[in-house]
Structure formats: structure tokens, C-alpha cells
């Protein structure tokens, strides 16, 4: 498989506050491909699908980090029920707020992803794709309040 990145990520964090929690950046696309964010705009939210390129591994179990750096309990869970970004393959899907389109460059908040991460895809999030019975165990949860 090859995937051919459309840009990449852009802030002044270091790595381990992006662990920690969420923060502010841009996300540069490439010039070739600016023609795409056409009517990307009218979203407030955007599902960024990332190359993990800092990945470090592949555990098949792991503690949702972001909930111990907040101090609360974080169960022994299969990398499948996190967002973890040590997983078997380095592909990340975010969803991020999108704040504002200038040109090839996208405001966003909300985002996991490191400085420099390469972006292979983005994709308008509409409410529509969250299903009305959606439903997440109390740990996973309890990293959004």
C-alpha cells in the first residue's frame, strides 16, 4: 500500500502536552490538493486521517493516557477501544474543530496529532454519521468532560 500525504500538521507543542490534552494548530495542505477543501468551510467539524509517524509500537493492551494525566482511573483496555496512538498500523483519525479556511491552510482546535504529522485525508463531519443509539463505557466517556 502506498499513501501519498495532502500535508501536514502544524503548532508550536511539544509532544508531550499533545499527549495530555488537545490543542490549537493548522493544517497545511499542499497546493495540489487545495482545490478539495472547496465547500469544507460550512462544517464546523472536520475527521482528519493521519500517518503516525512517530509511532512507537504495537500493544494490544493499554490505559487511555489522557485519562490518567487528569488524575482519574484508567482501565486496562484493548488498543481497539482507544484512541491510543500505539496501535498495530499508524493510522490516526481525529475529529477536530474547524475554526477557519484561509487558502491551503485550516485553523483547527481540538487536535491530537504531533507537529509535523503527515494528514493523508480529510473529510467534512457531519452529525448524521453519529448514530442516535451510539453509547461508550463510563472510562471513555469520562475523557470528554
Known amino acids: ?19 495530555r490534552r488537545r ?12 482545490e478539495g477543501l472547496r465547500g469544507l468551510d460550512g462544517f464546523s467539524h472536520i475527521i482528519v486521517i493521519s500517518y503516525l509517524h512517530k509511532h512507537r509500537g504495537s500493544p494490544l493492551v493499554v490505559r487511555p493516557r489522557r485519562l490518567e494525566a487528569r488524575g482519574l482511573q484508567a482501565p486496562e ?27 491551503n491552510t485550516l485553523r483547527v482546535s481540538d487536535l491530537d496529532l504531533f507537529n509535523g504529522t ?25 475523557d470528554h468532560v
Open 23 to 34: 490543542v490549537e494548530g493548522l493544517i497545511l495542505v499542499y497546493d495540489r490538493y487545495v
Open 118 to 142: 503527515p494528514v493523508l485525508d480529510i473529510k467534512g463531519f457531519s452529525p448524521t454519521r453519529c448514530p442516535r443509539d451510539a453509547k461508550a463505557p463510563d472510562w471513555a466517556l469520562a
Open 1 to 19: 500500500m502506498l499513501f501519498e500525504p495532502i500535508g501536514i500538521v502544524q503548532h508550536d507543542y511539544p509532544d508531550d502536552e499533545v499527549r
Open 77 to 103: 483496555v484493548g488498543v481497539f477501544a482507544t484512541d491510543s496512538p500505539d496501535r498495530p498500523n499508524p493510522i490516526g483519525v481525529s475529529i477536530v474543530k474547524l475554526l477557519e479556511v484561509r487558502g
